[in-house]
Protein backbone atom coordinates (compact mmCIF):
# COMPACT_ATOMS: atom_id res chain seq x y z
CA UNK A 1 0.00 0.00 0.00
CA UNK A 2 1.45 3.78 -1.09
CA UNK A 3 1.61 6.08 1.70
CA UNK A 4 -0.58 7.94 0.07
CA UNK A 5 -3.25 5.45 0.03
CA UNK A 6 -2.65 4.84 3.75
CA UNK A 7 -3.10 8.58 4.35
CA UNK A 8 -6.33 8.63 2.86
CA UNK A 9 -7.76 5.28 4.74
CA UNK A 10 -5.93 7.19 7.88
CA UNK A 11 -7.69 10.10 7.19
CA UNK A 12 -11.33 8.45 6.40
CA UNK A 13 -10.88 5.98 9.51
CA UNK A 14 -10.63 9.38 11.79
CA UNK A 15 -13.55 11.66 9.70
CA UNK A 16 -15.92 8.90 10.26
CA UNK A 17 -15.00 8.17 13.78
CA UNK A 18 -15.42 11.99 14.28
CA UNK A 19 -19.44 11.56 12.15
CA UNK A 20 -19.98 8.97 14.55
CA UNK A 21 -19.52 10.58 17.67
CA UNK A 22 -20.35 13.89 16.65
CA UNK A 23 -18.62 17.18 16.17
CA UNK A 24 -18.06 17.44 20.15
CA UNK A 25 -16.69 14.17 20.53
CA UNK A 26 -14.29 13.90 17.09
CA UNK A 27 -11.46 15.01 18.87
CA UNK A 28 -11.65 12.50 21.03
CA UNK A 29 -10.65 9.68 18.26
CA UNK A 30 -7.00 10.68 18.12
CA UNK A 31 -6.72 10.94 21.48
CA UNK A 32 -8.44 7.03 21.90
CA UNK A 33 -6.08 5.60 19.91
CA UNK A 34 -2.41 7.28 20.90
CA UNK A 35 -3.60 6.67 24.31
CA UNK A 36 -4.58 2.96 24.02
CA UNK A 37 -0.68 2.87 22.29
CA UNK A 38 1.31 4.53 25.24
CA UNK A 39 -0.38 2.74 27.88
CA UNK A 40 0.77 -0.50 26.12
CA UNK A 41 4.05 0.71 25.09
CA UNK A 42 4.97 2.33 28.62
CA UNK A 43 3.62 -0.76 31.05
CA UNK A 44 5.45 -3.30 29.03
CA UNK A 45 8.46 -1.51 28.53
CA UNK A 46 9.05 -0.65 31.86
CA UNK A 47 7.48 -2.92 33.75
CA UNK A 48 7.61 -6.23 31.27
CA UNK A 49 10.72 -5.14 29.87
CA UNK A 50 9.82 -5.77 26.57
CA UNK A 51 11.35 -3.94 23.16
CA UNK A 52 8.69 -1.87 22.26
CA UNK A 53 8.79 -1.84 18.43
CA UNK A 54 8.16 -5.25 18.94
CA UNK A 55 5.91 -5.22 21.50
CA UNK A 56 4.05 -2.35 19.10
CA UNK A 57 3.84 -4.46 16.03
CA UNK A 58 2.53 -8.03 17.80
CA UNK A 59 -0.23 -6.24 19.51
CA UNK A 60 -1.62 -4.08 16.91
CA UNK A 61 -1.31 -7.04 14.33
CA UNK A 62 -3.67 -9.04 16.76
CA UNK A 63 -5.99 -5.85 16.45
CA UNK A 64 -7.84 -6.14 13.43
CA UNK A 65 -7.74 -2.43 11.39
CA UNK A 66 -5.62 -1.37 13.74
CA UNK A 67 -2.89 -0.24 11.29
CA UNK A 68 -4.96 1.90 9.53
CA UNK A 69 -3.40 4.32 12.53
CA UNK A 70 -0.64 3.41 14.29
CA UNK A 71 1.73 3.43 11.30
CA UNK A 72 0.76 7.06 11.73
CA UNK A 73 1.51 7.76 15.07
CA UNK A 74 4.98 8.88 15.93
CA UNK A 75 6.18 6.93 19.99
CA UNK A 76 8.77 8.37 21.76
CA UNK A 77 10.23 6.37 24.76
CA UNK A 78 12.13 7.86 27.15
CA UNK A 79 14.29 5.51 29.24
CA UNK A 80 15.48 8.39 31.48
CA UNK A 81 12.19 9.79 32.25
CA UNK A 82 10.63 6.67 31.85
CA UNK A 83 7.93 7.53 29.92
CA UNK A 84 6.24 7.46 26.53
CA UNK A 85 4.90 9.74 24.20
CA UNK A 86 2.52 9.20 21.37
CA UNK A 87 0.77 11.71 18.75
CA UNK A 88 -1.37 10.67 15.82
CA UNK A 89 -0.02 12.97 12.66
CA UNK A 90 0.88 15.49 14.85
CA UNK A 91 -2.52 15.26 17.11
CA UNK A 92 -4.35 13.55 20.25
CA UNK A 93 -1.10 13.63 22.11
CA UNK A 94 -0.77 11.15 24.92
CA UNK A 95 1.59 11.01 27.48
CA UNK A 96 1.81 7.95 29.80
CA UNK A 97 4.07 7.95 32.65
CA UNK A 98 5.83 5.33 34.83
CA UNK A 99 6.17 5.43 38.69
CA UNK A 100 8.26 2.60 40.65
CA UNK A 101 5.69 0.13 42.12
CA UNK A 102 2.73 1.76 40.45
CA UNK A 103 3.22 1.23 36.70
CA UNK A 104 2.34 3.62 34.16
CA UNK A 105 -0.73 5.88 34.20
CA UNK A 106 -1.96 8.42 31.37
CA UNK A 107 -0.78 11.45 32.51
CA UNK A 108 -3.88 14.60 31.09
CA UNK A 109 -3.33 18.12 31.51
CA UNK A 110 -4.66 18.04 35.12
CA UNK A 111 -1.29 16.12 35.62
CA UNK A 112 -1.17 12.70 38.33
CA UNK A 113 -2.69 12.42 41.63
CA UNK A 114 0.17 11.62 43.89
CA UNK A 115 0.48 8.46 45.86
CA UNK A 116 2.33 6.93 48.56
CA UNK A 117 3.18 3.13 47.65
CA UNK A 118 2.32 1.19 50.89
CA UNK A 119 5.32 -0.53 52.52
CA UNK A 120 5.89 -4.23 52.15
CA UNK A 121 4.80 -5.94 55.36
CA UNK A 122 6.13 -8.94 54.80
CA UNK A 123 3.33 -11.39 54.97
CA UNK A 124 3.79 -14.78 54.76
CA UNK A 125 2.41 -16.76 51.36
CA UNK A 126 0.63 -19.96 52.36
CA UNK A 127 1.19 -21.06 49.05
CA UNK A 128 4.42 -22.78 48.28
CA UNK A 129 7.01 -21.54 46.50
CA UNK A 130 7.79 -22.41 43.26
CA UNK A 131 11.77 -21.59 42.59
CA UNK A 132 13.97 -19.81 39.94
CA UNK A 133 14.18 -22.35 37.61
CA UNK A 134 11.88 -22.79 34.34
CA UNK A 135 10.37 -26.54 35.46
CA UNK A 136 10.12 -28.34 32.97
CA UNK A 137 7.27 -30.61 31.06
CA UNK A 138 6.52 -33.76 33.65
CA UNK A 139 5.52 -36.22 30.46
CA UNK A 140 5.68 -36.39 26.44
CA UNK A 141 2.55 -35.65 26.05
CA UNK A 142 2.91 -32.43 27.85
CA UNK A 143 6.05 -31.52 25.39
CA UNK A 144 4.10 -31.65 22.87
CA UNK A 145 1.56 -29.63 23.63
CA UNK A 146 3.34 -27.33 24.60
CA UNK A 147 5.24 -27.33 21.32
CA UNK A 148 2.34 -27.04 19.51
CA UNK A 149 0.94 -23.88 21.74
CA UNK A 150 4.00 -22.28 21.05
CA UNK A 151 4.52 -23.09 17.59
CA UNK A 152 3.70 -20.89 14.75
CA UNK A 153 1.19 -21.58 11.70
CA UNK A 154 2.85 -21.08 8.09
CA UNK A 155 0.16 -18.03 7.32
CA UNK A 156 -1.63 -15.71 9.70
CA UNK A 157 -3.34 -14.99 12.53
CA UNK A 158 -0.21 -15.85 14.11
CA UNK A 159 -0.28 -17.02 17.65
CA UNK A 160 2.65 -15.34 19.56
CA UNK A 161 2.60 -17.36 22.41
CA UNK A 162 4.59 -15.61 25.02
CA UNK A 163 3.63 -17.74 28.22
CA UNK A 164 2.29 -21.02 29.36
CA UNK A 165 2.15 -21.94 32.78
CA UNK A 166 0.03 -25.55 33.54
CA UNK A 167 -0.94 -26.61 37.18
CA UNK A 168 -2.46 -29.78 38.69
CA UNK A 169 -2.97 -29.98 41.99
CA UNK A 170 -1.50 -26.86 42.77
CA UNK A 171 1.71 -28.17 41.51
CA UNK A 172 3.23 -26.97 38.13
CA UNK A 173 3.88 -29.57 35.58
CA UNK A 174 5.12 -27.68 32.50
CA UNK A 175 6.10 -24.17 31.83
CA UNK A 176 7.13 -22.13 28.76
CA UNK A 177 8.49 -18.71 27.79
CA UNK A 178 9.38 -17.07 24.90
CA UNK A 179 12.72 -15.22 24.03
CA UNK A 180 12.87 -12.19 26.81
CA UNK A 181 10.06 -13.61 29.09
CA UNK A 182 10.30 -15.45 31.96
CA UNK A 183 8.88 -16.87 35.32
CA UNK A 184 9.00 -13.37 37.21
CA UNK A 185 8.29 -11.29 34.19
CA UNK A 186 5.40 -9.11 34.30
CA UNK A 187 2.72 -9.55 31.83
CA UNK A 188 -1.06 -7.75 30.75
CA UNK A 189 -3.85 -9.90 31.35
CA UNK A 190 -5.91 -6.93 30.17
CA UNK A 191 -9.28 -8.21 30.81
CA UNK A 192 -8.08 -11.03 33.13
CA UNK A 193 -7.58 -7.71 35.39
CA UNK A 194 -11.83 -8.38 35.98
CA UNK A 195 -11.38 -11.74 37.44
CA UNK A 196 -9.21 -10.17 40.31
CA UNK A 197 -11.50 -7.06 40.70
CA UNK A 198 -14.72 -9.98 40.75
CA UNK A 199 -11.96 -11.53 43.96
CA UNK A 200 -11.21 -8.21 45.59
CA UNK A 201 -15.08 -7.47 45.84
CA UNK A 202 -15.92 -10.90 47.17
CA UNK A 203 -13.24 -10.54 49.86
CA UNK A 204 -15.16 -7.13 50.65
CA UNK A 205 -18.89 -8.11 50.25
CA UNK A 206 -17.33 -11.15 53.16
CA UNK A 207 -16.09 -8.50 55.10
CA UNK A 208 -19.75 -7.21 55.38
CA UNK A 209 -18.30 -3.79 53.30
CA UNK A 210 -20.96 -4.39 50.12
CA UNK A 211 -23.61 -6.17 49.81
CA UNK A 212 -24.30 -8.08 46.42
CA UNK A 213 -27.95 -7.13 45.72
CA UNK A 214 -28.51 -4.12 47.47
CA UNK A 215 -27.78 -0.62 45.83
CA UNK A 216 -24.46 0.16 44.80
CA UNK A 217 -23.12 2.67 47.13
CA UNK A 218 -22.23 5.27 44.31
CA UNK A 219 -22.52 9.18 45.85
CA UNK A 220 -23.33 10.03 42.04
CA UNK A 221 -26.42 7.52 42.43
CA UNK A 222 -27.65 8.66 45.86
CA UNK A 223 -30.86 9.87 45.08
CA UNK A 224 -33.95 7.45 45.10
CA UNK A 225 -35.40 9.35 42.54
CA UNK A 226 -32.29 8.52 39.75
CA UNK A 227 -32.89 5.52 37.85
CA UNK A 228 -29.32 4.10 38.57
CA UNK A 229 -30.05 3.74 42.47
CA UNK A 230 -30.59 0.37 42.09
CA UNK A 231 -27.81 -0.73 39.89
CA UNK A 232 -26.69 -3.54 42.83
CA UNK A 233 -23.41 -4.66 43.05
CA UNK A 234 -24.08 -7.98 41.10
CA UNK A 235 -25.45 -5.73 38.15
CA UNK A 236 -22.06 -4.75 38.24
CA UNK A 237 -19.86 -7.76 38.27
CA UNK A 238 -22.17 -9.09 35.62
CA UNK A 239 -22.62 -6.43 32.88
CA UNK A 240 -26.51 -5.74 33.44
CA UNK A 241 -26.05 -2.70 34.94
CA UNK A 242 -27.24 -0.77 31.68
CA UNK A 243 -25.06 2.14 31.68
CA UNK A 244 -25.10 3.51 28.34
CA UNK A 245 -20.75 3.57 27.74
CA UNK A 246 -20.70 1.31 24.08
CA UNK A 247 -18.83 -2.18 24.44
CA UNK A 248 -15.46 -3.84 25.57
CA UNK A 249 -16.20 -7.11 23.74
CA UNK A 250 -13.97 -6.73 20.75
CA UNK A 251 -10.62 -4.82 20.57
CA UNK A 252 -10.57 -3.70 16.88
CA UNK A 253 -10.26 -0.04 14.78
CA UNK A 254 -13.98 0.76 15.56
CA UNK A 255 -13.14 0.81 19.38
CA UNK A 256 -12.13 4.32 19.32
CA UNK A 257 -15.87 4.58 18.70
CA UNK A 258 -16.91 3.64 22.14
CA UNK A 259 -17.31 5.85 25.13
CA UNK A 260 -16.03 3.42 27.11
CA UNK A 261 -12.58 3.94 25.53
CA UNK A 262 -12.98 7.89 25.73
CA UNK A 263 -13.22 7.30 29.20
CA UNK A 264 -10.19 4.69 29.53
CA UNK A 265 -8.32 7.11 27.51
CA UNK A 266 -9.13 10.52 27.61
CA UNK A 267 -10.49 10.91 31.19
CA UNK A 268 -8.68 11.88 34.60
CA UNK A 269 -11.31 9.77 36.80
CA UNK A 270 -12.53 6.91 34.87
CA UNK A 271 -14.59 5.58 37.55
CA UNK A 272 -16.37 9.14 37.94
CA UNK A 273 -16.70 9.23 33.68
CA UNK A 274 -18.85 6.11 34.26
CA UNK A 275 -20.73 6.78 36.96
CA UNK A 276 -22.22 9.68 35.17
CA UNK A 277 -23.54 7.61 32.29
CA UNK A 278 -26.85 7.48 31.56
CA UNK A 279 -28.54 4.38 31.59
CA UNK A 280 -28.90 2.49 28.10
CA UNK A 281 -31.32 -0.18 29.61
CA UNK A 282 -33.16 -0.36 32.72
CA UNK A 283 -30.40 -2.46 35.33
CA UNK A 284 -30.49 -6.25 35.48
CA UNK A 285 -32.81 -6.36 31.86
CA UNK A 286 -29.96 -6.89 29.59
CA UNK A 287 -26.22 -7.92 29.46
CA UNK A 288 -23.94 -5.42 28.16
CA UNK A 289 -20.34 -5.95 28.59
CA UNK A 290 -18.11 -2.72 28.71
CA UNK A 291 -15.22 -1.72 31.19
CA UNK A 292 -17.26 1.05 33.01
CA UNK A 293 -19.01 -1.36 35.60
CA UNK A 294 -15.79 -2.80 36.67
CA UNK A 295 -13.97 0.60 37.23
CA UNK A 296 -16.83 1.80 39.30
CA UNK A 297 -16.34 -1.71 41.31
CA UNK A 298 -12.60 -0.51 41.66
CA UNK A 299 -14.02 2.99 43.27
CA UNK A 300 -16.28 0.82 45.64
CA UNK A 301 -13.47 -1.25 46.52
CA UNK A 302 -11.00 2.14 47.08
CA UNK A 303 -13.95 3.63 49.09
CA UNK A 304 -14.44 1.04 51.37
CA UNK A 305 -10.53 -0.02 51.82
CA UNK A 306 -10.40 3.80 53.01
CA UNK A 307 -10.39 6.28 50.42
CA UNK A 308 -7.20 6.86 49.68
CA UNK A 309 -4.97 4.92 46.96
CA UNK A 310 -2.68 3.36 49.08
CA UNK A 311 -6.03 1.94 51.05
CA UNK A 312 -6.87 0.35 47.94
CA UNK A 313 -3.36 -1.36 46.92
CA UNK A 314 -2.50 -1.81 50.59
CA UNK A 315 -6.01 -3.92 50.74
CA UNK A 316 -5.23 -5.85 47.21
CA UNK A 317 -1.79 -7.29 48.93
CA UNK A 318 -2.93 -7.59 52.23
CA UNK A 319 -6.19 -9.52 51.62
CA UNK A 320 -5.11 -11.35 48.20
CA UNK A 321 -1.84 -10.95 46.65
CA UNK A 322 0.32 -11.80 49.70
CA UNK A 323 -1.57 -14.66 50.91
CA UNK A 324 -1.06 -16.36 47.61
CA UNK A 325 2.46 -15.52 47.22
CA UNK A 326 2.04 -13.63 43.88
CA UNK A 327 5.35 -11.53 44.44
CA UNK A 328 5.19 -10.40 40.88
CA UNK A 329 1.91 -7.90 40.24
CA UNK A 330 1.50 -4.39 39.49
CA UNK A 331 -2.18 -3.12 40.05
CA UNK A 332 -1.80 0.12 37.67
CA UNK A 333 -4.23 3.26 38.33
CA UNK A 334 -6.16 6.05 36.40
CA UNK A 335 -4.39 9.45 36.60
CA UNK A 336 -7.01 9.88 39.85
CA UNK A 337 -5.08 7.55 41.56
CA UNK A 338 -8.12 4.53 41.43
CA UNK A 339 -7.18 1.35 40.18
CA UNK A 340 -7.73 0.57 36.28
CA UNK A 341 -9.75 -2.35 37.47
CA UNK A 342 -10.91 -3.46 34.13
CA UNK A 343 -7.98 -4.28 32.50
CA UNK A 344 -4.75 -2.58 34.06
CA UNK A 345 -3.19 -5.52 36.02
CA UNK A 346 0.15 -7.54 35.37
CA UNK A 347 1.14 -10.26 36.94
CA UNK A 348 3.59 -12.81 36.28
CA UNK A 349 2.39 -16.70 34.34
CA UNK A 350 3.00 -18.33 37.54
CA UNK A 351 1.03 -15.73 39.72
CA UNK A 352 -1.81 -15.45 37.14
CA UNK A 353 -2.03 -19.30 37.98
CA UNK A 354 -1.69 -19.19 41.66
CA UNK A 355 -4.64 -17.00 41.44
CA UNK A 356 -6.27 -19.45 39.15
CA UNK A 357 -5.40 -22.00 42.28
CA UNK A 358 -7.51 -19.92 44.78
CA UNK A 359 -10.46 -20.66 42.58
CA UNK A 360 -9.61 -24.02 42.16
CA UNK A 361 -9.77 -24.54 45.89
CA UNK A 362 -12.50 -23.34 46.25
CA UNK A 363 -11.45 -19.85 47.65
CA UNK A 364 -9.03 -21.69 50.08
CA UNK A 365 -5.03 -21.25 50.57
CA UNK A 366 -3.27 -23.02 53.15
CA UNK A 367 -6.41 -24.22 54.94
CA UNK A 368 -7.34 -20.02 55.10
CA UNK A 369 -10.62 -18.97 53.79
CA UNK A 370 -9.61 -16.05 51.72
CA UNK A 371 -13.30 -15.70 49.35
CA UNK A 372 -16.49 -16.01 50.83
CA UNK A 373 -17.69 -19.53 51.01
CA UNK A 374 -19.83 -19.91 47.51
CA UNK A 375 -17.87 -16.98 45.87
CA UNK A 376 -16.72 -19.30 43.17
CA UNK A 377 -20.13 -20.80 42.65
CA UNK A 378 -21.08 -17.45 41.85
CA UNK A 379 -18.33 -16.30 39.92
CA UNK A 380 -18.98 -19.04 37.44
CA UNK A 381 -22.95 -18.92 37.50
CA UNK A 382 -23.81 -18.13 34.49
CA UNK A 383 -25.68 -14.53 33.70
CA UNK A 384 -28.89 -14.50 31.34
CA UNK A 385 -28.56 -13.07 28.26
CA UNK A 386 -24.87 -13.16 28.09
CA UNK A 387 -24.51 -15.42 25.00
CA UNK A 388 -20.58 -15.68 25.48
CA UNK A 389 -20.71 -17.46 28.57
CA UNK A 390 -19.52 -15.07 30.98
CA UNK A 391 -20.47 -15.37 35.18
CA UNK A 392 -19.88 -12.59 37.59
CA UNK A 393 -16.36 -11.67 36.70
CA UNK A 394 -15.51 -14.64 35.02
CA UNK A 395 -16.46 -16.43 31.74
CA UNK A 396 -17.97 -20.09 32.40
CA UNK A 397 -19.20 -23.20 30.74
CA UNK A 398 -22.70 -24.06 33.05
CA UNK A 399 -25.65 -22.71 31.58
CA UNK A 400 -26.46 -22.99 27.63
CA UNK A 401 -25.15 -20.06 26.57
CA UNK A 402 -23.60 -20.07 22.77
CA UNK A 403 -20.02 -19.69 24.00
CA UNK A 404 -20.19 -22.36 26.81
CA UNK A 405 -21.85 -24.46 24.15
CA UNK A 406 -19.65 -24.00 21.57
CA UNK A 407 -16.44 -24.28 24.15
CA UNK A 408 -17.89 -28.12 25.25
CA UNK A 409 -18.35 -28.52 21.59
CA UNK A 410 -14.30 -28.42 21.18
CA UNK A 411 -13.13 -30.22 23.91
CA UNK A 412 -13.36 -28.08 26.89
CA UNK A 413 -15.11 -29.65 30.34
CA UNK A 414 -18.23 -28.61 30.60
CA UNK A 415 -17.22 -27.57 34.65
CA UNK A 416 -14.25 -25.36 33.07
CA UNK A 417 -14.33 -21.47 33.81
CA UNK A 418 -11.82 -19.01 33.36
CA UNK A 419 -10.53 -15.15 33.25
CA UNK A 420 -10.07 -13.70 29.59
CA UNK A 421 -8.05 -10.66 28.13
CA UNK A 422 -8.23 -9.80 25.20
CA UNK A 423 -5.89 -11.00 22.56
CA UNK A 424 -5.48 -14.16 24.07
CA UNK A 425 -4.87 -13.63 27.79
CA UNK A 426 -6.49 -16.80 29.67
CA UNK A 427 -6.41 -18.37 33.39
CA UNK A 428 -8.30 -21.32 32.96
CA UNK A 429 -9.47 -23.45 36.28
CA UNK A 430 -10.57 -27.04 35.13
CA UNK A 431 -12.17 -28.48 38.77
CA UNK A 432 -12.78 -31.90 37.28
CA UNK A 433 -9.45 -32.55 36.07
CA UNK A 434 -7.44 -30.23 39.30
CA UNK A 435 -6.16 -27.87 36.59
CA UNK A 436 -5.02 -24.62 35.99
CA UNK A 437 -3.64 -23.31 32.61
CA UNK A 438 -2.31 -20.17 31.93
CA UNK A 439 -2.09 -18.80 28.92
CA UNK A 440 -0.31 -14.95 27.64
CA UNK A 441 0.26 -14.00 24.16
CA UNK A 442 -0.93 -11.43 21.95
CA UNK A 443 -3.21 -12.91 19.44
CA UNK A 444 -6.23 -12.15 17.02
CA UNK A 445 -9.83 -12.40 19.38
CA UNK A 446 -11.11 -14.27 16.27
CA UNK A 447 -11.14 -17.15 14.67
CA UNK A 448 -11.43 -18.66 17.06
CA UNK A 449 -8.77 -21.03 17.27
CA UNK A 450 -6.22 -17.80 16.02
CA UNK A 451 -5.00 -18.33 19.58
CA UNK A 452 -4.32 -22.08 19.99
CA UNK A 453 -6.20 -22.67 23.38
CA UNK A 454 -8.67 -24.89 22.13
CA UNK A 455 -5.52 -27.06 21.32
CA UNK A 456 -3.83 -26.26 24.43
CA UNK A 457 -6.98 -27.52 26.50
CA UNK A 458 -7.53 -30.35 25.10
CA UNK A 459 -4.11 -31.67 24.31
CA UNK A 460 -2.94 -30.77 28.51
CA UNK A 461 -6.32 -32.46 29.33
CA UNK A 462 -5.30 -35.30 27.81
CA UNK A 463 -2.03 -35.68 28.49
CA UNK A 464 -2.54 -35.61 32.38
CA UNK A 465 -5.22 -38.21 32.03
CA UNK A 466 -3.20 -40.46 30.24
CA UNK A 467 -0.18 -39.66 33.17
CA UNK A 468 -2.60 -40.26 35.97
CA UNK A 469 -3.56 -43.78 33.76
CA UNK A 470 -0.11 -44.53 33.88
CA UNK A 471 1.03 -43.85 37.18
CA UNK A 472 -1.99 -45.90 38.92
CA UNK A 473 -1.23 -48.70 36.42
CA UNK A 474 2.54 -48.93 38.21
Request: net charge neutral; aromatic share 6%; proline share 7%.
Amino acid sequence: MTPRRKIVLATTAIACAGLALGVARARDVPKVATGFVADILCSETFVSGLDPGRNLAETTNAMPGAGLLTWAMDFQVDRTRKDVTVTLFGLGRSHAVYREGLGCTLEHSQGLVDVALPPDDKQPALLADIGPGIVPSQSEGLTAALDRAFAEPPQPPYRRTRAIVVMKAGRIIAERYADGIGPETQLLGFSMTKSVMSALTGILVGQGKLKLDAPAPVAAWKDPNDPRHVITVDQLLRHTAGLALGSSLQASLGSVLEPVNTMKFAEVDMASFAERAPLATAPGTAWNYHDGNFLILAHLLRDAAGGNPADALRFARRELFAPLGMRHVTLQLDASGTIEGSGEMLASARDWARFGQLYLNDGVAGGKRILPEGWVSYSSSPTPNAWVGVGAGFWTNQGDSLGARFRVKHGWPRDAFFAKGTIGQYTIVIPSEKLVIVRLGRSPNGPPEADGVFDLVRDVVAATREKGKMAGAR
